[in-house]
């Protein structure tokens, strides 16, 4: 993170406090354009990589092709069926159970009735049939 010169730290430590932050951001700045270099390389590595499978499956498709016709449906069907099992769709979330019905028991009837059919009286829980 950049460092910043306060009023006092400017005061009082003058010039070589204005050298010592430019020195530390200058550090991180250099630290920053490695990784950020090291990241090109990286990125440009795997577009290589991708074009050398792109070209490989392409000649891989063309011998195909020269040593036997084969059905194109067939190759687009293995394709997707390839792609289905490389990237699998997301589990589906496993459905929770119910939450458990609390049961009480009524202030004014004394019925047992759940809790979610009652209302909250002076006298304790009343059913809604009795309010």
Known sequence: MAQKLGFWRQWAGGEWADRNVINANAQELENVEFDLNQLRALVKR???EL??????????IEVLHEQQPFHEGKLEQAVQSAWAELNPAPAQPKPTAPAPV???????CGRQVPATRTNITATGEVCDACT
């Open 46 to 48: 795997q577009a290589q």
């Open 51 to 60: 074009l050398y499978l792109r070209a490989m499956f392409s000649g891989l």
């Open 102 to 108: 609390r049961i009480v028991t009524c202030a004014a």
